[in-house]
């Protein structure tokens, strides 16, 4: 955010000078409550990961701070899924009164924190290389266990695509890919279109298994009817997925797959060592 004029600014007009240098202080100062907000949050989330569904009055007792305070964070954490509300299990004589409610963690919660799903997965796919020998057969066979999966995942997509006009199948692909935790875009380019995925969850598999992202790009070629070309993953470092989808005549399936496996291979990640 710009909070001087982009024109030149008179060098006799020092008190102006000094009022635009010091704007962007309130936004940092905004930025700031923010992050400790945000922090104070996970602190009640992490509580309740540690010790189970937790009322208000234990999550204060707990991380010492006011139940108000507590009450606000949960009422956020509600908002955004990450806990849930549930009525606290009494054991004995129940007492007089309304039953206090304890939060505990959704899936989509217990997902945000650290999660033992890519090792698994890494090492189940080493498995799959192994048991078929390693080398390029090994290799292959982890080419067709992720070509399978993608085309399983890729039922849904087509279906998305089907409802709609060919010239809108990128953004409507887009939404799907979202739905599916990508959080993906799709934005007009000079002689096309890129779709870009935001966020991936097997990025840290992808990495060592690039065969991951070329199924993929395999996939994305044959929904849209174009071949497409991999500019950017976020397994090899890049911050966005991004794919690039030209526009013209749709190609042959052999000429698709030909082409979205060589443009992906040179941006999908790295072969374990």
Not at 88 to 109: E, H, I, Q, S
Not at 145 to 168: D, I, K, T
């Amino acid at each position: 955010m710009k909070y001087a004029s982009e024109a030149p600014q008179d060098p006799t007009a020092g008190p102006a000078a000094g009022v635009h240098a010091s704007a962007p202080a309130p936004a940092r100062d905004e930025e700031r409550v923010h992050d400790e907000q945000r922090g104070t949050r996970n602190r009640v989330a992490r509580s309740i990961l540690d010790h189970g569904p937790s009322t208000a009055a234990e999550l204060a007792l707990r991380l010492e701070l006011t139940q108000a305070a507590v009450r606000r964070h949960l009422d956020t954490l509600v908002a955004e899924g990450v806990v849930e509300p549930r009525e606290k299990r009494v054991y004995g004589a129940r007492t007089r009164g309304r039953p206090a409610k304890a939060f505990a963690l959704t899936d989509c919660g217990r997902d945000a924190f650290d999660q033992a799903y890519d090792k698994l997965a890494g090492d189940a796919l080493r498995w799959i290389a192994q048991a078929a020998g390693g080398g390029e057969m090994g290799e292959a066979a982890v080419a067709a266990f992720a070509r399978a999966r993608m085309a399983a995942q890729a039922e849904g997509y087509r279906r998305a695509l089907e409802a709609v006009a060919p010239e809108s199948r990128a953004e409507a692909l887009a939404r799907a890919l979202t739905e599916d935790g990508y959080a993906a875009t799709a934005r007009s380019a000079p002689v096309g279109e890129q779709l870009c995925q935001h966020h991936c969850p097997v990025a840290h598999v992808a990495e060592q298994f690039p065969q991951l992202c070329e199924a993929e790009t395999e996939v994305f070629s044959r929904l849209l009817g174009t071949h497409v070309q991999r500019l950017a993953t976020i397994a090899h470092g890049d911050g966005v997925c991004t794919t690039f989808i030209p526009r013209g005549s749709p190609q042959s399936e052999k000429q698709r797959t030909t082409k979205t496996t060589t443009a992906s291979a040179s941006t999908a990640g790295r072969n374990p060592a």
